[in-house]
């Protein structure tokens, strides 16, 4: 019975003059935004590799030049894009491409890409996330909010009812429809994805993506499933099709439009970062240190230790350069500081993203924005974990420079190192964490999204049950 | 007959509880997105307080410290000398260059949480201090804000479409149509009767909101333009208020029932909020794509090296070219100090990579021109654009700063480069002679003009959807 109805369903809609020319207008923009993001996704990662080894090319070519200042010159990460951007870009347009891993300090990343844009930006971009996050589930209100005030209008409940179909099975079997519906429409659009994913990224990468996209299909099968619910719940509770329509509406807008502006308003005011300004003053400060922890201090208590470990009385006995220590002592130094400093910002900001998922409690799109951006590799997280990365790479260079100067600088002239050394410092390799190491962070948001399912199946049976057939 | 017409519209609508359903929710909208605008532009105010406040006490500091390595009495490296003007330009007597929060800065914060709004200024290239953003979670920046501008642009024409969407459908499925056009009236008139005091109900009362929330969020009225700012910006949300209620007659008027009404406003609103908008800034960026920003590290970094290279080689190009500038008691073949070295350095470091930058001012100036070309297309994109600039988040606003910091920049180098190649050492007094920046806002008359341009932008479709929905009134089947 469930599925003589879901194909009368699916047919009804499939016939739709209204569902076709919907459901072209959504497949067409998420295959022009799938495509739009593999083009996008295929050009900036070609250009991040070309400058990784552009990079790598300059620290090996530096000529001859004391270790320090190289260690000056540095060298660039650039971060890389992983394939499933091209379906959620996530955070990347607001974070910046690049980082600059000098001696002293562990800088900021610079150029987001959407300063490189208008203002139209704002107004959201066009990606496989957008049509899925926020014009499906429209879609999916367009198809189901008459379902059964529509029927009860045109008196064909009474019928349905005078044949013994039992009301729930109506309600299996109207999801079961628009499922059907739907997938008409996505899986296609999926297929897409999956060969322009592996064109781009090919065979093996996309095997490595595997997992990531299966967690983030689910999560949005999870979503939509919801919307699904909740629109056949609305549909059986509502005493007309306008106000099913209305209710409907009106909680797609608080969804997918205020829900989140209202989360990064309550986030910020709730747990406020500090402003750039005031997280360089207080690096500055704690840099400089204070008393015991002053750079002469320091520098003392470096001079002490060093002369006893080697058992000598005065510097100039030192087998190794002081220089080097010195400089080594002062990176340490500023490491402790730069992971206070930053561990602090990232805490906030991952107490900020608890309250974005105190919201998604009350609007799904929250939580489904998360483990979209999650599993693509494009969220905060990630980035935080390219960039601490990038800052062990960073330490990495300097201990190198460091000791060689303790070793081989002496105590007289000027002294350089060339191509030797810079070679000692393996090339910048990166790794993007895997699934699972996502999947933990995301487990919560996920949970929501399930328990948002479950509650919109049980409302839709619940409210099947008692709908008023006159 | 159209006063009388009025007058029982409005307490039919008085009667029904919607106009004060609606006054809660655009209010509690309008609050809300006030208090979070003024929330925004008190943090820039604090970031820019604590600024100003350490250059005036480094500053300080340096006035005691001067005369004491002066007199011997305290010893410095030569790195940390702050009478030598190297050191003095590059780090330790520079100073902030500023952007404050515009007089109704709350009103939207636009683009103005992408884009930095100081910088301190050196004589090191601008590559090392333009990069100052503000420290943000990106996600907020994807979400964007709940601001005035966001409850106007989206909110705002929602209330209006649910005021709107049955005007005359339901009264001619309540049968009063027919009814009421037995008097000598005619549709346009019964249309206009009703259409009036919603329009004025809702326009007015998002006015008063607004002006109402942007003194409580501590707008500088006083400052120039303010008013006018303000008094525009009251015409632009009346302008597109007044284009939905035209559409929402117009699609009235094609005489379908109030439920197709209903999908179809929803639909236009969807197109025209949310699908056109994203559309072109896809189509913009694919059309001026802006060159890669890794590949202007490098050229940074390249043309860096190379200039590092020729170093002494430029210095006497640069000193073939500024003979004045040459230092007094310069031997030929004398080793050249650092900081001789580096302005030359400098100079021929930003000549190269100059074409590079320009060729992403070029591609950001294009892809604004297409936007403004076919910001049409939507009255948001047109409501938006003028929404920024009232509130100075604009990119307008942002280049118009940039442009004055760039001058600035040249002013502070013009000020030390001579100092730095002549060797010369500054005392205390000098630090009265710093340049200072002053920010001057963009000009009124600039920005109404933009905002002009929006008002033909609302105006345009607003008339043609009038237009259409006066015919397709004439057409109306009343009975039928």
Not at chain 1, 84 to 103: I, K, N, S
Not at chain 1, 325 to 344: C, I, K, T
Not at chain 2, 207 to 215: D, F
Request: charged share 15%; with cysteine.
């Amino acid at each position: 019975m469930i599925l003589r109805i879901a194909r009368k369903e699916m047919t009804e809609m499939v016939r739709d003059g209204r569902f076709r020319a919907a459901g072209a207008i959504v497949f067409t923009l998420l295959a022009g935004a799938l495509l739009l993001g593999w083009q996008h996704y295929r050009e900036v990662s070609a250009q991040h590799a070309a400058a990784q080894k552009a990079t790598r090319d300059q620290w090996l070519r530096q000529g001859k030049k004391n270790p320090h200042s190289a260690a000056h010159y540095g060298v660039y990460a650039f971060k890389p894009k992983v394939p499933l951007t091209m379906v959620d870009r996530g955070t990347d347009p607001y974070t910046g491409v690049a980082v600059w891993l000098e001696a002293h300090k562990q800088n900021e990343f610079k150029y987001r890409p959407a300063q490189d844009a208008t203002a139209v930006q704002r107004f959201g971009e066009l990606t496989g996330a957008t049509v899925l996050q926020l014009l499906v589930p429209l879609l999916i209100v367009l198809l189901t909010f008459n379902a059964f005030s529509g029927e009860r209008e045109l008196g064909t409940l009474r019928q349905l009812r005078s044949l013994g179909v039992s009301q729930t099975d109506l309600a299996r079997g109207k999801a079961l429809g628009v499922a059907g519906a739907l997938g008409l429409l996505l899986v296609p659009a999926a297929l897409i994805g999956v060969v322009a994913l592996t064109a781009a990224s090919g065979q093996t990468d996309m095997i490595a993506s595997a997992p990531r996209m299966a967690w983030m299909t689910l999560s949005y099968l999870l979503y939509f499933a919801a919307f699904v619910g909740i629109s056949l719940a609305v549909s059986a509770s509502a005493p007309s099709s306008r106000s099913a329509l209305i209710v409907l509406l009106g909680f797609w807008m608080f969804n997918g439009l205020i829900a989140p502006r209202a989360a990064s308003d309550i986030a910020k005011a709730v747990r406020p970062a500090p402003s750039a300004f005031q997280f360089a003053q207080g690096i500055g400060k704690a840099l400089q240190g204070d008393g015991h922890n002053s750079a002469s201090a320091r520098g003392k208590r470096l001079e002490a230790e060093l002369l006893k470990k080697y058992n000598v009385d005065k510097v100039e006995a030192l087998p190794i350069t002081l220089t080097g220590a010195r400089l080594q002592d002062g990176e340490e130094h500023g490491n402790q500081v730069f992971d206070a400093a930053y561990s602090d910002l990232w805490k906030t900001f991952g107490e900020q993203e608890g309250v974005h998922r105190a919201v998604s409690v009350f609007a799904p799109a929250l939580a489904v924005r998360s483990t979209s951006m999650a599993f693509a590799g494009a969220d905060f997280p990630q980035h935080a974990h390219f960039a601490q990365a990038a800052e062990e790479y960073r330490r990495m260079i300097q201990r190198v420079m460091n000791e060689d100067i303790m070793k081989n600088a002496g105590s007289t002239g000027v002294y350089m190192a060339g191509g030797d050394l810079w070679r000692k410092v393996p090339p910048f390799s990166y790794t993007a964490p895997d699934a699972g190491w996502v999947l933990a962070r995301q487990s919560p948001s996920l949970a929501i999204l399930a328990l948002w399912c479950a509650a919109a199946g049980v409302a839709a049976m619940w409210a099947s049950r008692r709908v008023q057939v006159y | 007959m159209l006063g009388t017409l009025m007058k029982y519209e409005w307490r039919n609508l008085s009667a029904d509880r919607a106009p004060l359903a609606v006054a809660l929710v655009l209010g509690a909208a309008i609050a809300y997105g006030a208090f979070n605008g003024s929330g925004w532009v008190r943090f820039q105010r604090g970031a820019i307080s604590e600024a100003l406040s350490e250059e005036r006490e480094r500053l300080h500091g340096l006035r005691t410290e001067i005369p004491a390595v002066e007199s011997g009495s305290k010893t410095v490296s030569a790195f940390a000398d702050p009478r030598l003007p190297q050191s003095l330009g590059r780090s330790m007597g520079t100073r902030y260059a500023v952007m404050p929060p515009a007089a109704l800065g709350s009103l939207a914060i636009g683009q103005s949480d992408l884009y930095p709004y100081y910088f301190r200024v050196s004589t090191s290239s601008k590559e090392t201090f333009i990069n100052n953003d503000e420290i943000e979670n990106p996600v907020h920046l994807l979400a964007g804000r709940f601001d005035l501008a966001f409850v106007f642009l989206y909110l705002y024409p929602l209330v209006i479409l649910a005021f709107s969407y049955n005007i005359v459908s339901a009264e001619k499925e309540s049968g009063t149509l027919a009814l009421t056009l037995s008097q000598p009236v005619s549709l346009s008139r019964v249309v206009l009767a009703k259409i009036l005091p919603r329009a004025l109900f809702v326009l007015a009362l998002s006015v008063l909101l607004s002006v109402v929330g942007v003194i409580i969020g501590g707008a500088d009225l006083a400052a120039e333009g303010a008013l006018w700012r303000l008094l525009l910006w009251a015409g632009v949300t009346a302008a597109y208020g007044a284009f939905w209620f035209a559409l929402a007659i117009a699609v009235n008027a094609l005489g379908r029932g109030s439920a197709t009404n209903a999908m179809m406003l929803a639909d236009a609103w969807l197109l025209l909020v949310i699908v056109i908008p994203s559309v072109l800034n896809v189509a913009v960026k694919a059309a001026y794509p802006v060159p890669s920003r890794v590949e202007l590290i490098q050229a940074i970094r390249v043309a860096g090296d190379e200039s590092t290279r020729q170093g002494s080689q430029l210095l006497a190009r640069y000193l073939e070219d500024h003979p004045e500038l040459a230092p007094p008691s310069s031997k030929p073949g004398g080793p050249p100090d650092f900081g001789t070295l580096q302005v030359a350095v400098n100079e021929a470091t930003e000549r190269k990579v100059q074409p590079v930058l320009a060729a992403f001012d070029a591609q950001l100036a294009n892809q604004q021109r297409m936007v403004d070309r076919f910001r049409y297309l939507s009255p948001a994109i047109v409501a938006q654009a003028a929404f920024n600039d009232l509130a100075g988040s604009s990119a307008h606003r942002y280049q118009h700063f940039l442009t004055q910091v760039g001058a600035f920049h040249g002013q502070w180098r013009e000020f030390f480069v001579p100092r730095i190649l002549k060797k010369e050492k500054l005392s205390a007094a000098d630090l009265d002679k710093l340049p200072a920046f002053t920010f001057r806002e963009e000009a009124t008359a600039a920005v109404t003009g933009r905002v002009a341009v929006a008002f033909a932008g609302l105006l345009i479709p607003l008339l043609l959807a009038g237009a259409s929905a006066l015919t397709a009134l004439r057409r109306y089947p009343v009975a039928g």
